[in-house]
């Protein structure tokens, strides 16, 4: 998908991101700008500065109990499937 009027901007990456990205493709001709498109990034962050300064408001966000069984459940814990690794 090429347009005449289309802005571009030059970017550079490390060759691995660079790999990521050609293998995402869903068909050889698939611009590097359609696969970014199609991905999905967070609609918000939390910077770590805001995170502390919500602790100092609110308190703790979990109980002993909940941290407990969050300790538990990443014994178990594998790492998500990478959507950018193609199969």
Known sequence: ????????????????????????????????????????????????AEFLAKLRTHGPFFTDEDLKRIEKAKQSDRPPEDKWLKG
Do not use: D, Q
């Open 1 to 48: 998908m090429h347009n005449a009027c289309m802005s571009t901007k030059t970017i550079s990456l490390k060759l691995e991101a660079y790999e990521k990205l050609r293998r995402a493709r869903r068909y050889p001709e698939e611009s590097f700008s359609e696969v970014i498109l199609r991905a999905v990034w967070p609609k918000e962050t939390l910077t770590g």
